[in-house]
C-alpha cells in the first residue's frame, strides 16, 4: 500500500485547492523542488504531481517546476494535468517522469490512451476525477455523461499501469476518502486503484488498511500533509507495518 504525497502546480507554486476550483487555491510552497527533498527525506517512496495550469489550459505549463522536482529527488514521479497528446507523453517519460496520468484524454481520445500503454507499458496511468459518480474533464471545468466505473472498465485491456480515483467533491476539504466508491471501482476492473480527495487523518489511513481495501493499491494526501493534521512518520510507520516491512 503506497501513501503518494502530492505536490499540485500553480503559477510555480505548490497549492491545494478545495473542491478543484483555482480561485481557492492556498499556496503552501513557493520552492515545488525543495517541497519534493521534503517528502524524500520524510521517507515516501513515490511522488504524486499535478499541473493544475496545465490541466485547464491542456497543455504542460508549469514544465520548469516539473524539471526542477524531478532533478531533485530520486524517487519515482507520477504527473498528470495537460497531458493530452502523444509527444508530450514522450517528452515527460523522457525527462524522467516515471509514469504519466491521462485524465481529459481517457475520455476524449480513448486511441491515443491506448497506443501510449502499447508504446510504454507500464508507464500510462488513467486519471478518473468524478463528481457525483460522473467523470469531469478539462481540469474539473467540464462534466461529462460518462460514468467512472463506465470509463474503467474501457481500459481493461489497455495495459493501463494505474487508476487514480478522485472523488472531486471531497477534494481539498479533509472530510475523509471515498473509500467504498474507490473499492466498487477497483472491483470492476483489473487495473490497480489509488484513491485520491479528502485523506484527512490517521484514521483514513487505518481504514484505508482495513481487509475490504487490501485490492487498492494505494491514497493520495495532500493537504492533510502540509497543515500537519497527518504526520508522515506515523502514516508511513503505519503503512510498513501493515506490509511486513522493517522501519
Not at 513515490?46 to 524531478?70: M, R, T
Not at 485490492?215 to 508511513?236: K, N, T
Request: aromatic fraction near 6%; include cysteine.
Amino acid at each position: 500500500m503506497i501513501l503518494f504525497p502530492a505536490i499540485d502546480l500553480k503559477d510555480g507554486q505548490c497549492v491545494r485547492l478545495k473542491l478543484g476550483e483555482m480561485e481557492s487555491a492556498t499556496v503552501f510552497n513557493d520552492d515545488p523542488a525543495q517541497q519534493a527533498r521534503d517528502f524524500e527525506a520524510q521517507g515516501f517512496r513515490y511522488l504524486h504531481i499535478v499541473d493544475l495550469n496545465g490541466a485547464f489550459e491542456g497543455a504542460p505549463v508549469n514544465g520548469d517546476a516539473v524539471s526542477a522536482i524531478l532533478d531533485a529527488v530520486s524517487m519515482p514521479v507520477q504527473l498528470g494535468g495537460g497531458i493530452r497528446d502523444i509527444e508530450t507523453i514522450a517528452m515527460w517519460l523522457e525527462k524522467g517522469v516515471s509514469r504519466v496520468i491521462l485524465g481529459t484524454v481517457a475520455v476524449r481520445n480513448p486511441d491515443l490512451v491506448r497506443d501510449a500503454c502499447s508504446r510504454y507499458p507500464g508507464r500510462v496511468a488513467v486519471g478518473i476525477d468524478a463528481r457525483n459518480g460522473y467523470v469531469a474533464v478539462e481540469g474539473w471545468g467540464e462534466v461529462s455523461e460518462v460514468t467512472a466505473i463506465d470509463l474503467a472498465r474501457r481500459y481493461v485491456d489497455a495495459g493501463v499501469a494505474a487508476i487514480i480515483y478522485t472523488d472531486i467533491g471531497r477534494d481539498g476539504i479533509l472530510t475523509g476518502l471515498n473509500l467504498p466508491a474507490t473499492a466498487e471501482m477497483a472491483r470492476a476492473v483489473d487495473i490497480p486503484v489509488i484513491a485520491s480527495g479528502g485523506l484527512a487523518s490517521i484514521d483514513d489511513i487505518r481504514e484505508l488498511l482495513k481487509p475490504e481495501y487490501a485490492m487498492l493499491e494505494g491514497a493520495i494526501s495532500g493537504r492533510a500533509l502540509y497543515d500537519g493534521r497527518l504526520d508522515a512518520g506515523e502514516a508511513l510507520a503505519l503503512l510498513d507495518a501493515a506490509s511486513g516491512k522493517v522501519a
